[in-house]
């Protein structure tokens, strides 16, 4: 939200122009309407695209209410190969080392996919669900993969919390593991964290 906040604020005093922006959200819950306030699409709207001059129409994001789950990770990749990749990826990070919803176990080789959600990330996210109700929680997601993101030409991760202070360490010192998917950002050639 900080990220976001500061680049309205930028955009308000003239420094950014997002009329030519492209986007492509790593990820969304399934089963979430456009309209639930928990969706990553309302979120987004929310903190910066309804507050900024992107076009609707270079706003992209999974579609968690596509029945057909192989259908829409073809599309969602597809599409990422339309726009020629992506150029810069921000990510955040899970306590468990996850980035996007790709969690502990991924396959460093995945590409767009369907997730169940591990019970540490349904508790981690029940904070922002109906007063911290992990029923409320989606237990599925759809989630751009690893190799999205080590495709990607640059890599902003942004981690904040004393939580996550254990995975942050391991992301940079510890070995490169599925178990920390995290971890991979060490092979990548241009990331900041």
Not at 28 to 56: A, C, K, P, W
Not at 84 to 103: C, P, R, Y
Not at 126 to 149: T, Y
Request: proline content about 4%.
């Amino acid at each position: 939200v900080g990220a976001y906040k500061t680049l309205v604020d930028w955009y308000k005093k003239g420094d950014l122009d997002f009329s030519e922006v492209t986007t492509v959200n790593l990820d969304e819950y399934r089963g979430l309407t456009h309209s639930n306030d928990q969706s990553y699409y309302y979120f987004m709207h929310q903190h910066l695209f309804d507050q900024v001059n992107i076009q609707e129409r270079h706003t992209h994001l999974p579609n968690g209410m596509e029945p057909d789950s192989k259908k829409e990770c073809e599309r969602y990749e597809e599409l990422i190969r339309s726009l020629g990749g992506v150029d810069l990826q921000l990510l955040g990070m899970g306590h468990n080392g996850h980035i996007g919803f790709n969690e502990p176990g991924t396959d460093f080789n995945s590409k767009t996919h369907y997730v169940d959600l591990k019970e540490s990330t349904i508790k981690d996210n029940a904070r922002l669900f109906f007063n911290g109700d992990e029923d409320a929680v989606p237990k599925q997601a759809i989630s751009m993969g690893i190799q999205n993101i080590m495709d990607a030409k640059s890599v902003v991760l942004i981690a904040c919390g004393k939580n996550k202070e254990d995975a942050v360490k391991g992301m940079i010192e510890g070995p490169v593991t599925p178990e920390l998917p995290a971890s991979v950002l060490q092979n990548h050639k241009d990331v900041t964290v």
